[in-house]
């Protein structure tokens, strides 16, 4: 695996700054493969070996994907916003997940690990550089249970919505009164259509 350092400059350069989320991002994601036993996520044939399950649409989530190569596209990482800083690292290969959650009270020790070392920002992201991970995470083993149509690889199904035409994969259609409907028409998109 790559060194703290270059984890957090390829994590900057992808997110375009580096902040406190940043930082965390990276060690968060460091400790997770590592309690997951995942010795090189971009090591040839790992890519399918590993999925990330971040629980927040923040900066941490930009430094997971730098450091994990889990992306979206790829089915690899998922993101289940539920704006907590955490992410779950599951190993396709031995089944093991860990979940890891950012400790809210790393945010207060941020001033005795980087004390003059600027504003409050400017401290935390030093200081979750340097903090021990006992005092940044918590470590949880959950078990994880990912349906095939959510696994990385090829779409299982297709099939077109028997209103707007617009076609659905990988089992996201739903069936209402029998008609087959994608997801926006049987329960309101976040979109509207103009008439």
Do not use: W
């Not at 450091?67 to 289940?80: A, D, F, M, Q």
Request: net charge neutral; aromatic share 6%; charged share 30%.
């Amino acid at each position: 695996m790559k060194s703290l350092e270059e984890h957090l400059a390829e994590a900057a350069a992808f997110h375009g700054e580096s902040c406190p989320g940043q930082v965390l991002g990276v060690r968060l994601a460091r400790a997770g493969l590592r309690q997951a036993g995942i010795d090189d996520p971009l090591a040839e044939g790992a890519r399918k070996k590993l999925i990330v399950f971040v629980e927040i649409d923040r900066c941490a989530a930009d430094a997971i994907m730098a450091v994990t190569g889990c992306r979206v596209g790829k089915r690899s990482l998922k993101v289940i916003d539920y704006g907590v800083m955490a992410a779950t690292f599951l190993n396709l290969e031995s089944g093991r997940a860990v979940r890891v959650v950012a400790r809210e009270e790393a945010r207060g020790l941020a001033a005795a690990y980087a004390s003059g070392e600027g504003g409050k920002y400017e401290q935390q992201r030093r200081a979750y550089e340097v903090m021990p991970e006992a005092e940044l995470f918590s470590f949880e083993e959950v078990e994880v249970s990912v349906p095939p149509e959510d696994m990385p690889g090829r779409p299982l199904s297709r099939v077109r919505c028997q209103r707007c035409g617009d076609h659905v994969q990988d089992r996201r259609e739903r069936v209402v009164d029998g008609a087959v409907l994608c997801r926006a028409c049987a329960e309101g998109g976040y979109y509207r259509r103009h008439s």
